[in-house]
Nanobody, 128 residues
Framework: EVHLVESGGGSVQAGGSLRLSCAAS??????MAWFRRGLRNLREGVAI????????AYADSVKGRFTISRDQTNDTLYLQMDNLQPEDTAVYYC???????????????????????WGQGTQVTVSS
């Protein structure tokens, strides 16, 4: 079982940037991801990454603006968010332990229920 703690959220103006961190402790599989819950109160996949950064995938809505990365030395997941827009306002969660290797990135990122371990979330608010 892994314990996940997000940090780095806050309030910014449209066009601004934030860098989220997720500190992990304990055993988990090589896949990790960021999800978010916005005004519709629906969890949507944001980005996914595997051990060594060998593969990443992003939701269409954040491609070119967000970058997921991972420091396996201290087992920390990051999400660099640039050119933030009001539509990005949400609680952001990191997640771990999903069978992404079997079913692929698209399937895994679109299936929040496939992830077993979650952090408590960090609020991101973007004003116009």
């Amino acid at each position: 079982e892994v314990h996940l703690v997000e940090s780095g959220g806050g309030s910014v103006q449209a066009g601004g940037s934030l860098r989220l961190s997720c500190a992990a402790s304990g055993e988990h599989s090589d896949s990790m991801a960021w999800f978010r819950r916005g005004l519709r109160n629906l969890r949507e996949g944001v980005a996914i990454i595997y051990s060594g950064g060998r593969r990443t995938a992003y939701a269409d809505s954040v491609k070119g603006r967000f970058t997921i990365s991972r420091d396996q030395t201290n087992d920390t997941l990051y999400l660099q968010m640039d050119n933030l827009q009001p539509e990005d306002t949400a609680v952001y969660y990191c997640a771990a332990d999903a069978p992404c290797g079997r079913y692929g990135d698209t399937w895994c990122l679109s299936r929040p229920g496939s992830w077993l371990d979650w952090g408590q979330g960090t609020q991101v608010t973007v004003s116009s």
